[in-house]
């Protein structure tokens, strides 16, 4: 699975940007995705995951009730909505293929991965 990640930008904290990372290769639908952000100088962190069906997520408490994942098995896509965004959200967001059935909050579940896009939220 070849994945490309996109729609990362500045704002100001309490704004919104809407990420997504588009799939191609190997059977989109078969595999969990992910999304984790790395700021400098920290490890990689978990921040949402869906099933291969879209009906199941687990989110990182930092981001419950901000952000919401979706995905399209038609258009091999997976989309992060991030709202009320706040300066420690500021990272590269890479998204990442799981064979799991939801994933799993670390990065050594996750087989595929794209190259990460940049959100920066500024005070």
């Known amino acids: 699975v070849q994945l490309q990640a996109s729609g990362g930008g500045s704002v100001q904290a309490g704004g919104s940007l809407r990420l997504s990372c588009a799939a191609s290769?190997?059977?989109?639908?078969?595999?969990?995705m992910g999304w984790f952000r790395q700021a400098p100088g920290k490890d990689r962190e978990f921040v949402v995951a869906?099933?291969?069906?879209?009906?199941?997520?687990m989110y990182a408490d930092s981001v419950k009730g901000r952000f919401t994942i979706s995905r399209d098995n038609d258009k091999n896509t997976v989309n992060l909505q991030m709202n009320s965004l706040k300066p420690e959200d500021t990272a590269v967001y890479h998204c990442?293929?799981?064979?799991?059935?939801?994933?799993?909050?670390?990065?050594?579940?996750?087989?595929?991965w794209g190259q990460g896009t940049q959100v920066t939220v500024s005070s």
């Open positions: 869906i099933d291969w069906s879209g009906d199941n997520t």
């Open positions: 290769g190997r059977t989109f639908r078969g595999w969990a």
């Open positions: 990442a293929a799981s064979p799991y059935p939801l994933g799993r909050p670390t990065p050594t579940a996750y087989d595929y």
